[in-house]
T-cell receptor
């Protein structure tokens, strides 16, 4: 049973560019959450998707957007990249129906130059 | 808002020493509490969880007890190994339907175990 997978593993972009990160949830999970982890910090919640809709959003600007597909996989898009967007981006999945436990993927390391 | 406070690191121990990492929280209602572990260059792995007061979560020799009266969830292990070297995160989430489906994390505590 595959766990949460993310792609790519690493990514280098320049300021002003746009990036798309991808996530496939654990089998049987229908809810996907995205987190940003800056170096030396705890993860910060970006948003959560359920039934292809954004259910909740953290304190991130509109440059951060997402999508969930019918197969429950998800994308995170970041426009107009800033140096401060350099971080590890983590995807977590959880089953619907009231589960409180989220399982994380290995993350995508984004470096903005 | 909800928040989690962890003891400042880094923590350096010798193999077979006793480990305690303190965690306290502020939240409305009765959140579920978690410890996640992050090994170098990897994502987060769920270590243990507790969902109600006085519950004890345990896994791989690690334990933590949900203390409602002190709003704490301290992580303990009786005898650490070199392979336990990692960053440990305490986190909470409100119960489903509680208006927030997000995990709130502490800043993490880096543990180094020397042979």
């Amino acid at each position: 049973d595959a766990g949460v997978t993310q792609s790519p593993t690493h990514l280098i972009k320049t300021r002003g560019q746009q990036v798309t990160l991808r996530c496939s949830p654990k089998s049987g999970h229908d809810t996907v959450s995205w987190y940003q982890q800056a170096l030396g910090q705890g993860p910060q919640f970006i948003f959560q998707y359920y039934e292809e809709e954004e259910r909740q959003r953290g304190n991130f600007p509109d440059r951060f957007s997402g999508h969930q597909f019918p197969n429950y996989s998800s994308e995170l898009n970041v426009n107009a990249l800033l140096l401060g967007d350099s971080a590890l981006y983590l995807c977590a999945s959880s089953p619907g129906g009231g589960s409180d436990t989220q399982y994380f993927g290995p993350g995508t390391r984004l470096t903005v130059l | 808002g909800d928040s989690v406070t962890q003891m400042e690191g880094p923590v350096t121990l010798s193999e077979e020493a006793f480990l305690t990492i303190n965690c306290t929280y502020t939240a409305t209602g009765y959140p579920s509490l978690f410890w996640y572990v992050q090994y170098p260059g990897e994502g987060l792995q769920l270590l243990l969880k507790a969902t109600k007061a006085d519950d004890k979560g345990s896994n791989k020799g690690f334990e933590a007890t949900y203390r409602k009266e002190t709003t704490s969830f301290h992580l303990e292990k009786g005898s650490v190994q070199v392979s336990d070297s990692a960053v440990y995160f305490c986190a909470l989430i409100r119960p489903p339907g509680g208006g927030s489906e997000k995990l709130v994390f502490g800043k993490g505590t880096k543990l180094t175990v020397n042979p």
